[in-house]
């Protein structure tokens, strides 16, 4: 899988809109970009994935520059229970079963 | 529909006892983690299965071994449980196919503490 490189941590107040960075320079051509959250105490939850440009579910958006070498989780509006550890993941769809998770990035939201 | 399924939800064993965490699903996926979570880490591929009836190492497979049992279960064994193994455990399986969302599922967490 394509490496990936996060922010440890940050914060943000209720109401703001929170983008969180990636960085996966050596994205292959195959490869997907996938996010996850995961609450304390909890196993992580699939929130979006995109392959290129810009993809909108109800929960986020996902944005991902012409080069692919990285790419932005954008949540609108955040409230305290958006507070938890977001993982960038860059793999194949098919292929490479290898499904390794990083150290993530943990988004605290503050009142 | 219970998705992953994860046995027992708390565990606590001596230095050198030996047990099996279980794991089943109900979605027919696949494919199947394991992993374990420290305080302050993100999550460390132990093993996985692609398909039944195979298995592959993944980033810190020492002092484990799993079974893919059939198609919805895949264990995980310690022989001799150590301190440093001390952890929670999370079982994930899913489906994969050349095509957007190919999400994964998540157990709830097996929390395993090694005295």
């Known amino acids: 899988l394509a490496k990936t490189t996060q922010p440890i941590s940050m914060d943000s107040y209720e109401g703001q809109e929170v983008n969180i960075t990636c960085s996966h320079n050596n994205i292959a051509t195959n490869d997907y970009i996938t996010w996850y959250q995961q609450f304390p105490s909890q196993g992580p939850r699939f929130i979006i994935q995109g392959y290129k440009t810009k993809v909108t579910n109800e929960v986020a958006s996902l944005f991902i520059p012409a080069d692919r070498k990285s790419s932005t989780l954008s949540l609108p509006r955040v409230s305290l229970s958006d507070t938890a550890v977001y993982y960038c993941?860059?793999?194949?769809?098919?292929?490479?079963?290898?499904?390794?998770f990083g150290k993530g990035n943990q988004v605290v939201v503050i009142p | 529909n219970a998705g992953v399924t994860q046995t027992p939800k708390f565990q606590v064993l001596k230095t050198g006892q030996s047990m099996t965490l279980q794991c089943a699903q109900d979605?027919?996926?696949?494919?199947m983690y394991w992993y374990r979570q420290d305080p302050g880490m993100g999550l460390r591929l132990i093993y996985y299965s692609a398909s039944e009836g195979t298995t592959d190492k993944g980033e810190v497979p020492n002092g484990y071994n799993v079974s893919r049992l059939n198609k919805r279960e895949f264990s995980l064994r310690l022989e001799s449980a150590a301190p440093s193994q001390t952890s929670v455990y999370f079982c994930?399986?899913?489906?994969?196919?050349?095509?957007?969302?190919?999400?994964?599922?998540f157990g709830q967490g097996t929390r395993l503490t090694v005295v």
């Open positions: 993941l860059v793999g194949p769809n098919y292929g490479n079963n290898r499904l390794a």
């Open positions: 979605m027919n996926h696949n494919s």
């Open positions: 994930a399986s899913r489906n994969l196919r050349d095509q957007l969302n190919t999400e994964a599922f």
